[in-house]
């Protein structure tokens, strides 16, 4: 059986009708996600290396994808919306395992291949408490694992488990938000989910910017020339 590609989505509260503007608010919101990536690229982007650029440009294409999905509202805009999102936590966690633990590029790897298992099970595990939250439950072991990372370096580095825990806390506040949407609708119309957006982006450019000072510390410890 093939998939309707171009079947209509609606999930959020202030998309009405399947009109291309029915969620302005949602859509333009996005470009707080691509004004974090410039802003990344112009404040970061001298020091910043492959991995880092590879952030950034992700970041940029959640701003693009997640507009397409909230303009189209349709199943091949969605995946426009997820995948670039998908990308970046893989990304990330590859990042976070290889630098922040020093681990090997393979231990990156296994890692990130082990987050869509791990977060399967977390997220079984979380609808079967809650429910679907909205569709957020796909998202709460995200905060979960930045959380536990945390928790990992708060001895051997102490600001960077502060960053991280930040990180955390503005991604849980960002889900609250992204989770009540469709039940405030008679009190405010537009919904939350906008304000997922915006705290999203702030909370993205934040992770980056804590895994670039992680490294300019790392450099920072290292003995010079002598």
Request: hydrophobic residues 55%; contains cysteine; glycine residues 8%.
């Amino acid at each position: 059986m093939s998939m309707d590609w171009f079947a209509e989505v609606n999930s959020y509260c202030e998309r009405t009708d399947p009109s291309y503007w029915s969620e302005p608010v949602n859509a333009l919101t996005n470009l707080a996600f691509i004004l974090a990536g410039l802003i990344c690229l112009r404040r970061l982007g001298e020091r910043a290396d492959r991995g880092v650029r590879l952030l950034i440009g992700l970041l940029i294409l959640i701003g693009i994808g997640s507009y397409l999905f909230h303009t189209h509202a349709q199943i091949w805009a969605l995946l426009a919306d997820v995948l670039p999102i998908l990308g970046f936590i893989l990304v990330y966690v590859h990042l976070a395992t290889t630098r922040f633990l020093r681990a090997p590029v393979w231990a990156g790897l296994l890692a990130a291949a082990a987050f869509l298992p791990y977060s399967m099970l977390v997220g079984t595990f979380v609808r079967a408490l809650a429910g679907d939250l909205n569709g957020s439950v796909s998202y709460v072991p995200v905060p979960i694992l930045i959380a536990a990372y945390a928790l990992i370096l708060r001895r051997r580095a102490p600001s960077t488990a502060r960053g991280l825990a930040i990180g955390a806390a503005i991604l849980t506040v960002s889900l609250v938000f992204r989770t009540v949407d469709t039940q405030v609708c008679t009190a405010f119309p537009i919904g939350t989910h906008f304000l997922w957006h915006i705290l999203n982006a702030l909370m993205l450019g934040w992770m980056i910017a804590v895994l670039l000072r992680h490294g300019d510390r790392g450099l920072a410890a290292r003995p010079g020339p002598r």
